[in-house]
């Protein structure tokens, strides 16, 4: 790897790291925008696995509210399971220039609803029904594009729950898509073991800049922490959509 292109990849590891802690926000998600730039996306879902699962336990551990997230939205998780796998499969054939421009502008799409509309908010006798449609296509994207965030976080969003109770309930869908995209890629000869070294050794500067997120977000209140997640949203949107 080219120094260039190795300090792309670094920074953007790092980076993703603090925008995780601070907004909830899949790692993956967060870290694909810099690592496609550099390496393609294919080896970047593979490289951001192992920060991916280490950033999201040492969330769960933090912020609580685990079991009160698996019990409520344990059906969403489990629809995860079966849209990655389709995910996946579509990857060995759709184009990966596509499929990443297509969420980006969905992204944007949430994002423009999102300022607009801040105070947002599913009506109540919806949040179960749309648990398993969420999850599902969710485990899609994911699958497809190895993002994490759209439809989870809108939906997740919507239920206007408190920031803790927000960044757990995405922690445990990130942690439940991880490993399960894991499996998949290596299935599909996409996660080597050159990827699978260089992926642990990115645990380090994930969890550095995780740390650093928790403690900005610690710092502001519930209405800038929703503008966070809205424009950090903007950014992997404009990003996905440019590259």
């Not at 190795?6 to 790092?14: E, P």
């Not at 297509?102 to 300022?115: A, F, K, Q, W």
């Not at 995405?170 to 490993?179: D, H, K, L, M, R």
Request: aromatic share 6%; hydrophobic share 55%.
């Amino acid at each position: 790897m080219e120094p260039t292109t190795l300090a792309i990849a670094a920074t953007g590891l790092f980076l993703a790291g603090i925008i995780k802690g601070a907004t909830g926000l899949g790692y993956a998600s967060c870290a694909l925008p810099f690592l496609v730039l550099a390496i393609g996306l294919k080896p970047a879902m593979a490289l951001v696995l192992a920060p991916a699962i280490a950033t999201n336990i040492s969330l769960v551990i933090s912020t609580g509210h685990l079991r009160w997230s698996a019990e409520k939205f344990h059906r969403m998780y489990v629809a995860m399971v079966p849209g990655i796998g389709a995910g996946l499969m579509a990857l060995l054939w759709v184009d990966q220039w596509v499929a990443t421009k297509v969420l980006g502008v969905v992204i944007l799409c949430y994002v423009t609803l999102g300022l607009a509309r801040p105070a947002f908010a599913l009506a109540e006798n919806l949040h179960g029904p749309l648990q398993i449609p969420a999850g599902f296509l969710n485990g899609i994207f994911t699958g497809l594009t190895g993002s994490q965030v759209v439809p989870l976080l809108p939906y997740v969003m919507s239920l206007q729950l408190d920031p803790d109770r927000t960044v757990q309930v995405i922690n445990i869908g990130v942690i439940v898509s991880t490993a399960v995209l894991s499996v998949g890629l290596y299935a599909a000869g996409i996660l080597t073991l050159q990827l699978a070294g260089g992926s642990l050794a990115a645990i380090v500067p994930a969890l550095i800049g995780t740390s650093i997120g928790v403690r900005l977000r610690e710092a502001v209140s519930v209405a800038r922490f929703r503008q966070l997640v809205l424009l950090t949203l903007l950014a992997i949107g404009l990003l996905m959509i440019l590259r």
